[in-house]
């Protein structure tokens, strides 16, 4: 079940497993909480990202862990969800390179 974002945050609304333990007390997205901080897990979005709508999902890798799991989804454009991705990855401690290896060894394993 989804959680709805609160009428002031753009963000889309979240979805999967992992979401609730991500939400503030604001009910809004916190890529902090429950997630390792300094290089262990990365999120991810590219143009093969799309659902069926035409919106873009983001999702959330680790080191050396084959496959991802679903982070949100719901962004009305690429961009958008890139954005996203870099701030929470910068958040974690990550440029986006080092988000890339992260995103890479997981496509390895």
Do not use: F
Request: charged share 25%; no cysteine; glycine share 8%.
């Amino acid at each position: 079940m989804a959680d709805k974002a609160s009428d002031g945050d753009r963000s889309p609304q979240l979805t999967g497993k992992y979401s609730k333990a991500s939400v503030n007390d604001n009910n809004t997205h916190d890529v902090t909480k429950g997630m390792n901080t300094m290089g262990d897990t990365a999120l991810h979005t590219d143009a093969s990202m799309v659902d069926a709508d035409g919106t873009y999902k983001v999702v959330a890798s680790t080191r050396d862990v084959p496959g991802y799991v679903p982070w949100n989804t719901g962004w009305p454009t690429l961009g958008a969800a890139r954005a996203y991705v870099d701030e929470h990855n910068a958040k974690l401690g990550l440029t986006r390179d080092e988000a890339l290896d992260i995103i890479a060894s997981a496509m390895r394993s």
